[in-house]
């Protein structure tokens, strides 16, 4: 039972982490992906830098987001941007409200 | 290693591990990483490139999960690599020894046969033969022994004859001849002559003979024989065939070789200056450089049909 936990926890962390990724860079309009880091784990949302940056190289090449190099004239290193794109964030609300549904439901499971 | 050393290093492998990528593609990946180490460096300048790239994953890791997020074949990576290659190195030498064992069984089978009747032990095959009285204390014995090394060249009706004579100082000139067969003649650096032949078991043995300063080697009674001759350095010598190969190796000696029909083979000593005079009547010559030094030693090589080869 102990693998299968862990086992669920990282299937629903993947789909979770996937929508609050996407929410964030809507909500800051365009982020970079060490910025992400940063803010996931603001909120206790760890994820390995190593997953990341493939995922988000993923979410470019099927049209979730797109992408845009910028070198910052303060501090030099050019980075990768990211945003929604307009097919983005359709699939963003989608999952939003699939996400709020399955916790409506969960709720009066629990009842 | 320095940091930028191993950042290169981390990118270089991971890079390779991209495999399928476009090279575009695996460029800005690259880049991309390149910059989140700077900015995780920029945040806490304490933390080294090695927490860093741990941070990160093991390239081939990260590597993998752009190859999965993109549908394609993760590489597989053997957790211990030494260790596969240890294996692979340790099977490999045990299979070249279980050839080699089962070859030298197959080839000298029986190993050991021991007759007693007839007082003799045949070892590997009959390559060593040792006659005697097996009943004498091992001491005593050993000299009443006779024990026969069978070079591998000796087949089944053959026979090796060997000899040895300690030419004088009166000898200046020797003299070998064969019939049919294969003559080889090299430097023994002393004024030992020694012959080390293979010849069919019902033949007559060569015969040697001196007659002044001349003495002579005489194979020709030994048809078909595969003699092997060291010779001493600065006799003239006269090597005459008739049909098969005459090879000579690195000799320091005037020679005069001739052989009707083969192959006469001479591969010179390069410290040595040498005289060359070759001739074929039918067939081919390989080029021989002669030297201008008087003190050259003369090499006449004649041949009526073959070739005349400095290999």
Known sequence: MGLNLINWKTQIRKGYLELCILTLICAHERLYGFDILERLKAFALDMKEGTLYPLLNRMTMDGTLSAVWETDNVKGHPRKFYSLTTQGAKILAEMQDEFKKMAAIFKQIEK | MGTTNRLEAYLSRMEKLLGPISPSEKAEIIMEIKSHVMDAQAQDQSQSIDSVLKSLGEPEFVANRYLLERGLKPKKFPKHPILKWLVIGFLGTFGIIVFFVSFVIWKFTPLVKVDKDNKHISILGGTIDVHGDFDKNFEESLDDFNIAIHSARVGEDEKLVKG????????????????????????????????????????????????????????????????????????????????????????????????????????????????????????????????????????????????????
């Not at chain 2, 009166?170 to 067969?181: C, D, N, P, Y």
């Not at chain 2, 002044?212 to 350095?233: K, Q």
């Not at chain 2, 070759?278 to 030094?293: C, L, Q």
């Open chain 2, 164 to 311: 040895l004579a300690v030419l004088g100082p009166e000898v200046t000139q020797l003299a070998v001849h064969f019939s049919h067969g294969k003559l080889e003649v090299k430097n023994s650096g002393t004024r030992e002559l020694s012959w080390d032949c293979v010849i069919n078991k019902d033949a007559k043995e060569p015969s040697s003979t001196q007659e002044g300063p001349l003495y002579t080697f005489d194979a020709r009674p030994s048809v078909g024989s595969n003699c092997e001759l060291s010779i001493p350095a600065e006799l003239k010598m006269l090597l005459e065939g008739q049909n098969g190969k005459i090879e000579i190796h690195e000799p320091h000696n005037a020679i005069d070789a001739s052989l009707e029909n083969g192959k006469i083979s001479f591969k010179p000593d390069g410290a040595v200056d040498y005289r060359f005079n070759t001739s074929v009547k039918m067939g081919a010559t390989d080029d021989f450089t002669s030297s201008s030094n008087p003190q050259a030693y003369p090499i006449n090589l004649s041949l009526l049909r073959g070739k005349i080869g400095n290999d």
